[in-house]
């Protein structure tokens, strides 16, 4: 089936220690999106990719970027995760030119310890 | 802030009761959507509902648009256990989405 997949589903790293999180998807969609949920908040973006074109939230941290190296995969990395970091991390894809629905990855946990 | 308000913010109900959940927004919009999230899961489209419709079914599910109050609401009828979930409105601007806080289902069996 078609869908969204995120690895890991759960992320240790420690204070400072640079981390990667991945998503691939085989809908081929040209927009990729990276969120950031935190405990009983709503989804919060990132950035997102329309094919190459990264588009970056004005309120996203310098210490969050992405990398989008084919329509399948899109990275998030984390550079010197902090403690008000730790969140779910979602990432969802949609096909452009259309109103409609983003389809979500199973997200990843990320612990900063 | 462009996101939206949701209300109520927790709602707990027995199995086979009714549950509505109402969404606010503050600017205009192209369509708005309604999303579930399981607990610690990714979140799942349930309907889209364009700015010129008023109402609009899917199964068990009942969305309605009011524009001219900016406002929106879901109605899941016959709720089931399995329907424990938060629900996510989320407005659309381009290609991006916006979500609202979100409200907390609880069914109870």
């Known amino acids: 089936d078609a869908m969204v997949i995120q690895n890991p589903r759960y992320q240790v790293t420690q204070f400072g220690k640079p981390v990667t999180l991945s998503c691939s998807q085989t809908l081929n969609h040209n927009v990729m999106y990276w969120y950031q949920q935190k405990s009983s908040q709503a989804p919060k973006l990132l950035f997102h990719y329309y094919d190459k074109d990264f588009n970056n939230e004005a309120d996203t941290p310098d210490n969050f970027q992405s990398r989008r190296p084919n329509t399948s995969f899109c990275f998030l990395d984390i550079r010197s995760p902090g403690l008000g970091d730790a969140a779910m991390y979602l990432c969802?894809?949609?096909?452009?030119?259309?109103?409609?629905?983003?389809?979500f990855g199973p997200g990843t946990r990320l612990l900063v310890l | 802030s462009q996101q939206g308000e949701e209300d109520p913010q927790a709602l707990s109900i027995q199995e086979g009761e009714n549950a509505t959940m109402n969404c606010s927004y503050k600017t205009s919009i192209n369509n708005l959507q309604w999303y579930r999230q399981n607990s610690g899961r990714g979140l799942v489209h349930l309907i889209l509902?364009?700015?010129?419709?008023r109402e609009k079914h899917s199964g068990r599910l009942r969305v309605t648009l009011d524009t001219s109050k900016k406002s929106s609401s879901l109605l899941i009828t016959a709720s089931r256990a399995a329907d424990t979930a938060s629900y996510f409105c989320a407005r659309e601007y381009g290609n991006k989405l916006v979500f609202g806080a979100g409200t907390i289902l609880r069914v109870k069996s």
């Open positions: 969802a894809t949609k096909t452009s030119g259309s109103s409609g629905t983003q389809y």
């Open positions: 509902i364009r700015s010129n419709e």
